[in-house]
């Protein structure tokens, strides 16, 4: 039984089709495309024409298949035992969890000599940083032209023409025909690519041209059909990785077939499988723009359709409102009438009450009176009670004396004079004026 992992240190569980296919990806990703030696063994040829063998050596053995179009194009009649040079892609057979090589090209052995030149090349260009993904450009939803590089007499010129026409008949496209194929064919393709650098905004910009007949070039197709690796071989061309490199718009790489790579799909911001599939990237079908704009007029028309309707219903309950103006006097005065009466109710309402309020008084005026003037005699009682039993008379009457010095201070401690000072003395029937004769503290 498992033991109680972890969460964080918990391997990820793979689903097995989900981890075959990345592991597929990842093979696809760092190996491919590939070229091996090696010698064939089991080799068969299927009744719908794809092909399966064995290449080994001393040290190990790969499952490999040759579908019906690569086989079609073999020079030789393979047998085993011949010593061979594959040009293919490594993956996973998922249904058996296989590895295996996915063949395109089959020579015998000495033939390789192209595919290493250029697995030389796009090394040292992707160490040049011409194969970033950070470099690579998104294409425009809607370009104002396209710019085309192609052979005049190739079947993917007709192929892409038939495409935007299909797709985008309103977006004009630039041709500038090149050789696709041979010694000549790399300069050709430069020159016209440069040519379609000066006809984008930038490059008008740039070379101050006069405005041209068409709207500047928003993407550029490098468009070439299928063939062995001798005939895609101008697409291998350093100067050509370069040219595409420094296109001042998003380039689309379609050369050759599905399986076949080149330096060009490395260097273009974007690698089509086809031809016809480069023109469908950079052409969104006509008929979804227009159902877009239709799908917009709707709304802007419900919308409009809403304003007015609510525009009338607010006029038909304004003209309710409103009626004839004959009628909106006669509800006024009706109003003004109801107010009279009832500012004539509310004011004789008000004089009974006060009326009544009067009489209230009036009875009670007397009773109230007598109430508040004995109220206000006990209290003056009250007062003069208090007052005299704080009268300072009252204290001398009961046998104290009120003495002061010479200079009418009030004597309180015996060290306020001194022996044989003057003491004026009052008295409750009259006054004293005496002499210090010892003063004493009590």
Request: with cysteine; aromatic share 4%; hydrophobic share 45%.
């Amino acid at each position: 039984m498992f033991e109680p992992q972890n969460h964080a240190t918990a391997p990820l569980i793979w689903e097995v089709g989900a981890l075959c296919r990345a592991v597929a990806d990842s093979l696809q990703a760092r190996f491919n495309p590939l070229a091996v030696r090696g010698e064939l063994a089991g080799f068969s040829r299927a009744a719908s024409g794809h092909c399966y063998f064995t290449l080994k050596d001393a040290q190990g053995q790969l499952r490999c298949a040759m579908f019906r179009r690569a086989a079609g194009q073999l020079t030789f009649n393979p047998r085993d035992g011949d010593q061979v040079e594959l040009r293919a892609s490594l993956g996973v057979y998922e249904a058996r969890g296989d590895l295996q090589l996915i063949v395109e090209d089959m020579r015998q052995a000495g033939q390789g000599q192209l595919f290493e030149q250029f697995l030389r090349l796009k090394a040292r260009l992707e160490a040049e940083g011409l194969f970033d993904a950070a470099r690579k450009r998104p294409l425009p939803v809607m370009p104002r032209a396209i710019g085309l590089v192609t052979s005049l007499g190739a079947t993917a010129l007709h192929d892409v023409a038939t495409t935007l026409a299909r797709r985008v008949p309103h977006i004009p496209v630039v041709l500038a025909p090149a050789q696709v194929q041979g010694a000549a064919a790399p300069a050709t393709l430069c020159e016209a690519l440069s040519q379609l650098y000066l006809l984008t905004h930038a490059g008008q910009a740039s070379e101050a041209k006069k405005p041209l007949n068409h709207p500047p070039i928003d993407v550029i197709l490098l468009v070439r059909g299928g063939g062995s690796m001798e005939d895609l071989w101008a697409f291998n061309d350093e100067a050509l990785a370069r040219t595409i490199v420094r296109s001042p718009v998003p380039l689309v790489s379609g050369v050759g077939h599905e399986t076949d790579f080149t330096i060009a799909d490395f260097c273009a911001d974007l690698r089509a499988p086809t031809p016809t599939a480069a023109a469908e990237l950079v052409a969104q079908p006509r008929a979804d723009w227009l159902g877009a704009l239709q799908l917009v007029q709707e709304r802007l028309t419900q919308a409009l359709q809403r304003q007015i309707d609510g525009g009338h219903q607010r006029l038909d309950g304004a003209a309710q409102r409103l009626g004839r103006p004959s009628g909106l006097v006669a509800a006024a005065q009706l109003r003004l009438a109801n107010q009279a009466q009832r500012l004539r109710h509310a004011a004789l309402f008000k004089l009974e009450r006060s009326a009544q309020v009067q009489q209230a008084l009036e009875g009670d005026f007397p009773r109230i009176f007598e109430r508040s003037l004995a109220r206000h005699a006990e209290r003056l009682e009250r007062t003069a009670l208090r007052l005299q039993l704080v009268d300072p008379q009252q204290v001398l009457a009961r046998g104290y004396a009120l003495l002061t010095d010479a200079q009418g201070q009030v004597l309180t401690r015996p060290s306020q004079v001194r022996t044989g000072a003057p003491v004026h003395a009052r008295l409750a029937e009259g006054e004293l004026d005496l002499t210090v004769a010892q003063p004493r503290l009590l």
